[in-house]
Antibody, heavy 118, light 107 residues
Framework: EVKLEESGGGLVQPGGSMKLSCAAS????????MDWVRQSPEKGLEWVAE??????????YYAESVKGRFTISRDDSKSSVYLQMNSLRAEDTGIYYC?????????WGQGTTLTVSS | DIQMTQSPASLSASVGETVTITCRAS??????LAWYQQKQGKSPQLLVY???TLAEGVPSRFSGSGSGTQFSLKINSLQPEDFGSYYC?????????FGAGTKLELK
């Protein structure tokens, strides 16, 4: 059974940092492309970042809205993907989902909530 | 970026009815289109990818069609568990973008 479990959300002040983690199981993680998708009432579902497999040189891609502030990474030995978020803004508030990207996003975690507020 | 426009934004229907949701891409995405269902308080779930391929475990009353810029999701004989929100998303390279969603409510 495929499982994706996010952790690390919470309340952070504007300008602050937060790191999200996602632990994966039930599939060959090292072969998978992994993405972060967020959701908020204001913006709906928004793709955030992607990291590809080792076969694709762990290439990374970002939404323009987070480029330069967020960094996606992975540790295949731990079957985990991470999202380091710096210079956080109020508009980064939302539920962050870890997803597996196989054609489309075929598996999603339960999500972790990030609130950016003073 | 490719813009995805969904319609209608909301839809009321009864159990047993057939409904269709449409999605338009701002440019040609061939058949790289996915549909998701999301129930209140839950994560989205993949229904269809490559415009018409049902994801594993998805009932056959769901069907996707279209190519290029025009797509649709049809649900035959609505069941109580089908009510929720539906989103389209292109998977024709990054940045991947979603439609704003269609809320399907019980009439």
């Amino acid at each position: 059974e495929v499982k994706l479990e996010e952790s690390g959300g919470g309340l952070v002040q504007p300008g602050g940092s937060m790191k999200l983690s996602c632990a994966a199981s039930g599939f060959t993680f090292s072969d998978a492309w992994m993405d972060w998708v967020r959701q908020s009432p204001e913006k709906g579902l928004e793709w955030v970042a992607e990291i590809r497999s080792k076969a694709n040189n762990h290439a990374t891609y970002y939404a323009e809205s987070v480029k330069g502030r967020f960094t996606i990474s992975r540790d295949d030995s731990k079957s985990s993907v991470y999202l380091q978020m710096n210079s956080l803004r109020a508009e980064d508030t939302g539920i962050y989902y870890c997803t597996r990207h196989d054609y489309a996003f075929d598996y999603w975690g339960q999500g972790t909530t990030l609130t950016v507020s003073s | 970026d490719i813009q995805m426009t969904q319609s209608p934004a909301s839809l009321s229907a009864s159990v047993g009815e057939t409904v269709t949701i449409t999605c338009r891409a701002s440019e040609n995405i061939y058949s790289y289109l996915a549909w998701y269902q999301q129930k209140q308080g839950k994560s989205p779930q993949l229904l269809v990818y490559n415009a018409k391929t049902l994801a594993e475990g998805v009932p056959s009353r769901f069907s996707g069609s279209g190519s290029g810029t025009q797509f649709s999701l049809k649900i035959n004989s609505l069941q109580p568990e089908d009510f929720g929100s539906y989103y389209c998303q292109h998977h024709y390279g990054t940045p991947l973008t979603f439609g704003a969603g269609t809320k399907l409510e019980l009439k």
